[in-house]
């Protein structure tokens, strides 16, 4: 079955200390990930998207996520943890038997709390 | 800027009730999506739209339907609101693809009393 893990619930940073929020995937054949940032009583933003290529990804507020073909895994980082980062982030991968983005799977998230 | 617009972000409706909730999106996206979100349940796919009159059930369609007349504008309705459809509900839009990513509303926060 197809499926992305999020194996953390909450991750806890200071700020200014860099950060990691994992993710790991089970797809058949080529995955397309992307990670997406909620901020309370908001929607989901898109941050970033692995397609193909380079297998670190540069995305929007500093983020950027390596992908692991070998660990299966793509990773969400920062350098250096602001307050305002502290958000729910969720990791994704649409489902590879249907031609359009119809069927997303999501992980469950991990709210990520910065502390000053 | 792209946008994604959900008519209400709070609602208090009574069970039984009718519930309708409206997302339009200015992108010309294909594709329309109706996802409810509830903690420890992450987000879960109610029903989705790949062109206009067209619709596919997801994976909690139950007790929801949905309307597409036009391109911009994907509804979702509740028949007959149930207290276990309280929940956040969060519309998005994509232009077609794998590799498209979802544009999000703010999200329809509806409590069924």
């Known amino acids: 079955a197809q499926s992305v893990a999020q194996p953390e619930d909450q991750v806890n940073v200071a700020e200014g200390n860099p950060l990691t929020v994992k993710c790991t995937y089970s797809?058949?054949?080529?995955?397309?990930l992307f990670w997406y940032v909620q901020y309370p009583n908001r929607g989901l933003q898109f941050l970033l998207k692995?397609?193909?290529?380079?297998?670190l990804v540069k995305g929007s507020y500093g983020f950027e996520a390596e992908f692991n073909k070998s660990q299966t895994s793509f990773h969400l980082k920062k350098p250096s943890a602001l307050v305002s980062d502290s958000a729910l982030y969720f990791c994704?991968?649409?489902?590879?038997?249907?031609?359009?983005?119809?069927?997303?799977?999501f992980g469950s998230g991990t709210r990520l709390s910065i502390r000053p | 800027d792209v946008k994604v617009t959900q008519s209400s972000r709070y609602l208090v409706k009574r069970t039984g009730e009718k519930v309708f909730l409206e997302c339009v999106q200015d992108?010309?996206?294909?594709?329309m999506f109706w996802y409810r979100q509830d903690p420890g349940l992450g987000l879960r796919l109610i029903y989705f739209?790949?062109?206009?009159?067209?619709?596919e059930k997801g994976d909690i369609p139950e007790g929801y339907s949905v309307s597409r007349e036009k391109k911009e504008r994907f509804s979702l309705i509740l028949e007959s609101a149930s207290t276990n459809q309280t929940s956040m509900y969060l519309c998005?839009?994509?232009?077609?693809?794998?590799?498209?990513?979802?544009?999000f509303g703010e999200g329809s926060r509806l409590t069924v009393l």
């Open positions: 797809v058949s054949g080529n995955p397309y």
């Open positions: 998005a839009s994509s232009s077609g693809g794998r590799t498209g990513e979802l544009f």
């Open positions: 692995y397609i193909t290529g380079d297998n």
């Open positions: 739209s790949y062109d206009v009159k067209m619709k």
């Open positions: 992108m010309d996206h294909e594709n």
């Open positions: 994704a991968v649409p489902h590879p038997g249907y031609s359009s983005a119809s069927k997303i799977i």
